[in-house]
């Protein structure tokens, strides 16, 4: 039996619940990293092999990447330190920024709106307007050759 095709937007909150819970646990090795993806719940009837795809991608992506990111984040919070930005905020930018970034198949404002959606689930709603005005310069320095696709 073939595997059905997971919803990108399944393995966006797949991806960030395993993000969020790097906040926590600091994996220091792709192993660990790949044992806390294998650990994190599914949805409904999806099984890893399901999820290990898209989700995995952005996970491995988004770690492997956080420096880099968090530079990014750094740039475009103007006035904030990163330390004062909360864990939900600072996971779901990351995770836009590797998508905006690193991911061609994936338009910027479609990596804006879903990390906007996840927000909603798991943020605070005084936190959208912060959210989308960091993603939002990132995406107009994309767009003026400031910031550039990977």
Not at 2 to 30: D, I
Not at 77 to 84: D, G, P, T
């Amino acid at each position: 039996m073939a595997a059905r095709n997971v919803p990108r937007r399944v393995s966006r909150n797949l991806a960030f619940q395993v993000l969020y819970g790097q906040e926590f646990l600091h994996s220091t090795t792709p192993e660990e990293l790949r044992a806390a993806f294998r650990a994190a719940p599914r949805q409904d009837d999806q099984d890893e092999a399901e999820a290990s795809g898209f989700a995995w991608e952005l996970v491995e992506g988004v770690w492997s990447k956080t420096r880099e990111l968090d530079e990014l984040i750094r740039r475009y919070a103007r006035n904030w330190r990163l330390e004062r930005v909360g864990r939900v905020e600072l996971t779901l930018m990351r995770l836009a920024l590797y998508e905006m970034l690193f991911r061609p198949d994936v338009p910027p404002k479609v990596a804006m709106n879903e990390a906007l959606e996840l927000n909603r689930q798991y943020g605070e709603e005084k936190s959208r307007t912060f959210l989308n005005g960091v993603l939002d310069a990132a995406a107009k320095g994309m767009e003026n050759g400031e910031l550039l696709n990977k």
